[in-house]
């Protein structure tokens, strides 16, 4: 019974605040094997509830994620459903995200909305979606994403090493990631800002010190560094966990696969270091780094393909926008985020 109440409250706010779900809409929730079926089952109930019509489809567990998962899954039947849906949350613990179910489900069916919910369970979701303060951080998140689509320059550095620069492409978007899925397009969750750099102008070190989604790690028990040179990965380094993931990286033969796709903020107030990349990559203050396959939303009309996707979470982030610093070692210190990031109770 943990959170019982406390969930039907959260998907009551994901459905008639975020998706903003109609009578007649079609619903599709996707989960796998390793999805929470509390979570599925209450949105389902409350997506009906609302007059729409919930379609629950269960797959078994792929091993690879993306492209890599098609041979595991009904591509095929996966991909028609979609097409004729209205909307679409993805609960599966494997993503079906940059997969080519996923880019022709987004690239023909133009009204639908997707949001993405990676593996989300109980206590995530009472957290990260039923207890948060939806106004004011929006208005955060809307500073954040407007000195950041200004900037021309970033500077990422943190505690554990990390210290990497790049320049931005002012024609490519600016993520604004606030929870809602009731616009046509892919959307995420709250607390989260994102973008791709210029590929060629990331320099530096990367350093995963919180969690790095795929090749089977999670939750890290050392840093995993990358250095990288014109968005390219030169050189891993860090122990056990280190060699499996370039293992894990290589093991694809695919050139993409060693490349940055996208960086993002996180500043979801109530997330913690779990092991989820859904929820490790809101943590606030943190920064997470996206390699491989990049998604069209990103770099548009059509994305770059790549055999899989990853991403790694730095912990405790300063950052400088040109030369306004927003955080210091994951603390907000910008005079216009400081008294929202009090009032979201950060300060």
């Not at 270091?273 to 069209?296: K, Q």
Request: net charge negative.
């Amino acid at each position: 019974m943990l959170h019982e109440f406390e969930l039907g409250m959260a998907t009551d706010i994901l459905i008639r605040e975020l998706f903003k779900l109609e009578k007649g809409e079609t619903f599709v929730i996707t989960a796998d094997t390793e999805s929470d079926p509390r979570v599925v089952n209450a949105t389902a109930r409350t997506a009906f509830a609302t007059g729409a019509r919930p379609m629950v489809i269960w797959t078994a567990t792929p091993l690879q994620s993306g492209k890599a998962a098609e041979p595991m899954l009904p591509a095929k039947a996966l991909t028609a459903v979609l097409l004729e849906a209205d909307a679409w949350v993805e609960f599966n613990g494997m993503p079906l995200l940059y997969s080519s179910i996923y880019d022709t489900a987004m690239k023909k069916n133009k009204n639908l909305r997707h949001l993405c919910l990676l593996g989300m369970h109980v206590d995530m979701m009472t957290r990260c979606i039923g207890r948060i303060d939806y106004p004011t951080l929006s208005k955060f998140q809307d500073i954040v994403t407007k000195l950041t689509r200004e900037a021309r320059h970033v500077r990422i550095t943190s505690p554990a090493g990390n210290d990497v620069q790049f320049d931005n492409n002012p024609n490519w978007p600016v993520i604004n990631e606030k929870g809602y899925a009731d616009t046509p397009g892919s959307h995420m969750l709250s607390g989260q800002i994102g973008w791709s750099p210029v590929f060629d102008s990331i320099k530096g070190a990367i350093v995963f010190d919180g969690s790095v989604s795929r090749a089977g790690l999670g939750r890290l028990r050392q840093p995993i560094k990358l250095w990288v040179e014109e968005g390219k990965i030169v050189q891993i380094e860090g122990g056990d966990e280190a060699a499996r993931y370039e293992q894990w990286l290589r093991g694809f033969n695919d050139a993409q696969m060693l490349k940055m796709a996208h960086v993002c903020f996180g500043f979801n107030p109530n997330a913690k270091l779990s092991g989820f990349i859904l929820e490790d990559e809101r943590i606030w203050g943190c920064t997470e780094w996206g390699i491989g396959n990049v998604g069209p939303m990103l770099v548009p009309p059509d994305g770059i393909s790549g055999a899989s996707h990853s991403d790694g979470i730095c912990l405790d982030s300063s950052v400088w926008l040109d030369d306004n610093q927003i955080t210091d070692k994951g603390k907000v210190v910008h005079k216009d985020l400081v008294d929202l990031a009090r009032k979201l109770g950060r300060l």
